[in-house]
């Protein structure tokens, strides 16, 4: 059975801090892995990681991903309040003839606090 | 961000009620998607169109009902649904073909909130 879990579930930090937030998975035909943050309505799209072992930056977001042990970190430096969010993490996978399909983890509510 | 759109943003319905729920994408993407987000479970996905051919139900209740007639539209229509389908209903697009990677991404829209009576 496909599964994603991620970690820690929720976080509170202060601003300025640097979070790490984890992601491991288990998914057949596996193709990529995306993250996604979600405010209060549409997740909007972070990063997507085909390869491993090579760093995708956004200014102070950061991502990798290991195939091999089937995880990805996404790290974000000198954290603001306007980071506060659930974060999601999502594997994609071929789906027979069918488009891509995406697998999502329950997200790390992440709580920036003044 | 405009590239998905979806209305109505709110809705409460009895659970005699039909009503629909409707998505547009402006983005040229010839996939589209439901997913379903109930309180802390995850985003599930319920249906897939890819170039306007459904491809993918999920084993949904048929209460939930889509319909894609062209590329840029997708609806959900829904009839005598039970207060456990309350949740936030959200529509996404990519762009296939299928097989590259490199189009996995799926743009959300802002969802509606379903709220069954």
């Known amino acids: 059975e496909d599964k994603v879990v991620q970690s820690p579930l929720s976080l509170v930090v202060h601003e300025g801090d640097t979070v790490t937030l984890n992601c491991s998975y288990e998914?057949?035909?596996?193709?990529?892995l995306l993250w996604y943050k979600q405010e209060k309505k549409a997740p909007t799209f972070l990063f997507m990681l085909t390869s491993s072992g090579i760093e995708k930056k956004s200014g102070r977001l950061s991502s990798i991903l290991d195939k091999k042990e089937l995880f990805s970190i996404l790290n974000i430096t000198a954290t603001q309040t306007g980071d506060s969010a659930v974060y999601l993490c999502?594997?994609?996978?071929?789906?027979?003839?069918?488009?891509?399909?995406?697998?999502f983890g329950t997200g790390t509510l992440l709580a920036v606090q003044p | 961000e405009t590239g998905v759109t979806q209305t109505p943003r709110h809705l409460v319905m009895g659970m005699t009620n039909k009503k629909s729920l409707k998505c547009e994408q402006h983005l040229g993407h010839n996939a589209m998607y439901w997913y379903k987000q109930s309180a802390k479970k995850p985003l599930e996905l319920m249906f897939v169109?890819?170039?306007?051919?459904?491809?993918e139900n999920n084993s949904v209740p048929s209460r939930f009902s889509p319909e894609c007639p062209n590329s840029s539209h997708l609806f959900l229509h829904l009839h005598t649904l039970q207060p456990e389908d309350s949740a936030l209903y959200l529509c996404a697009s990519s762009q296939e073909p299928s097989g590259i990677a490199s189009t996995d991404t799926q743009y959300f829209g802002p969802g509606t909130r379903l709220t069954v009576l």
């Open positions: 169109y890819n170039f306007k051919e459904q491809t």
């Open positions: 998914v057949t035909n596996f193709r990529s």
């Open positions: 999502a594997p994609a996978m071929n789906y027979g003839g069918a488009t891509n399909k995406l697998i």
